[in-house]
């Protein structure tokens, strides 16, 4: 059967809606240079489309949404780029806020928010309180995170509370390494269903690596800034034609 690109279309069942989304939201670079703008004019058009991609994730009942926003690595690229990006959040937020509760959306983030600069903290910290009270989707921003950097300080924890007597090191179990990592406070929803990567590329680049142990992982070659709600049910529809095993084996089979 060919896939429907009309949304009206599409096939996705609304039973079986990944609950746990994360997207590497790659190509915004590409997109700008396609068009002889400036690497940031990609940045802010990629910013557009998490405005969309957030709210169709909300409609199709996803519960958490993970958006990987600055990696630990991103500060390697010129000071002018890292610094449009770190005012993205601050943009983002200061028009987008009265939808996102609007939508019933809580925004979350993950990272080391400390080493941010102090508008963008505060930016994140005031999304953070200002959705405090809605119940829906978790938005979960990972902005200056890096899954090794996760890795790394959960083990550190989990050091040290085995140096104080307050961790058996043979009880330490995968459930507590998962609690440990960032994305602990996700309880049942800590790893992604579904992982997409835009753009073409086909890597994870650092990001929740622990969590994906079982994700599946869908890549499209549309560029960020031109994804939208159709892509993002074509990316569930593919997700929902995998056959999940978990390592054993399917029932029907
Ligand atoms: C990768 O594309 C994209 C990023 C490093 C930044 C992602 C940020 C956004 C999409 C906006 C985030 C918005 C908020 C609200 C925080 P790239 O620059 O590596 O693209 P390229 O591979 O084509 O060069």
Redesign the pocket.
Known sequence: MSKQINQNKLIVDPSRIPNHVAII???????AQKRHLP?IA??KQ??E??KTVTKAASKLGVKVLTLY??STE?WKRPTDEVSF?MG??VK?FNNFIPELIENNVQVKVMGLIDQLPPKTQQAVRNAIADTSQCTGMILN?A?NYGSRLDIKLAVQQIASEAKAGKVDPQKIDDAMISNHLMTGFLGDFQDPDLLIRT?GEERISNFLLWQIAYSELVFTDTL?PDFDGVNLSQMIEEYQQRDRRFGGLNNSK
Do not use: E
């Open positions: 939201m790659d190509g915004n670079g590409r997109w690497r990609g940045h990629g910013m489309t998490v926003a600055f991103n990006l993205l959040p983002f921003f902005l753009s960020w």
